[in-house]
């Protein structure tokens, strides 16, 4: 004979668990784990991952990790926009890349940084272990072929721009920068976006290989062709996203 407890009913079934009940609640509206590479990732290896896991803040011009630095963690980015930079023996310095949410910060497997990355807005990130993470690449193919992934889709942007860099116009190299940051600060835009720079015009004018001068005037150009719209020097609306890729002279 079945026993029922007080307030049960025999139309009563037991709650199962299911890997979705497991995923931690920070995780679940958690940019990175349905587009980064946490997307690969069950509910048991998110909540196993979630108990090494720190949420940091981070200021503009403040340095994640410096070139040459011990790598002790790796991090996905969840808001903001992180500048990739390369330091030469005699000081000077080149702007190499830039991160958005929700890539994936750091080189698996790497005990040393190769570069600098500083926030160059307000940055938020989540930070974990380097051990942890590269225990779990070991033990998870999906997130092996999720990083893999990432660091093509990086080969193919790195020479698109020595495209930019080597062949365009100073417009459409400005161009070319608007539509990069119209496109990651908002990949879902599909009729114009709104952004601030993320960069001062004497850091876009060394990623583009430019004159602060150049950089001015063709942002004048683009503002008077209507093709962008400028307020306070730094907020830019993009009202056709198209247009500006024509500007910048991709296919």
């Known amino acids: 004979m079945t026993w029922l407890q007080f307030g049960e009913t025999m139309d009563e079934k037991p709650h199962i668990t299911t890997d979705e009940d497991v995923i931690p609640q ?13 997307s690969v990732l069950n509910g048991s290896q998110l909540a196993a991952l979630n108990k090494h896991s720190a949420k940091r803040t981070i200021d503009p011009g403040t340095e994640v990790v410096g070139q040459g ?5 790796y991090s996905n980015i969840l808001r903001g926009v992180v500048k990739l930079s390369k330091m030469m023996a005699d000081g000077r310095q080149q702007i190499v890349g830039l991160q958005f949410a929700p890539d994936f910060l750091g080189r698996p497997f790497s005990r ?4 600098t990355a500083e926030a160059a807005t307000t940055t ?3 930070a974990f272990p380097r051990a942890a993470v ?18 093509l889709k990086e080969l193919d942007e790195a020479r698109d721009w020595m495209l930019t860099l080597g062949r365009k116009t100073a417009r459409e190299k400005v161009a070319s920068f608007l539509h990069l940051i119209a496109t990651h600060i908002d990949p879902e835009a599909d009729d114009g976006c709104t952004f601030d720079l993320p960069l001062s015009r004497a850091d876009i004018a060394d990623f583009l290989g430019l004159t602060i001068e150049t950089v001015s005037r ?34």
């Open 124 to 126: 938020e990130i989540c």
């Open 134 to 151: 590269e225990r779990m690449i070991a033990d998870t193919p999906g997130l092996e072929h999720k990083l893999y992934d990432q660091s």
């Open 112 to 115: 040393e940084s190769s570069l």
């Open 69 to 73: 630095e011990n790598v002790n963690t």
């Open 218 to 251: 063709q942002m004048t150009k683009l503002r008077k062709e209507k093709v962008i719209l400028v307020e306070n020097n730094r907020h830019v609306t993009v009202p056709d996203i198209e247009r500006l890729n024509e500007a910048a002279g991709n296919d």
């Open 26 to 38: 920070v995780c679940r509206a958690c940019e990175a784990r349905h587009g980064g590479i946490c």
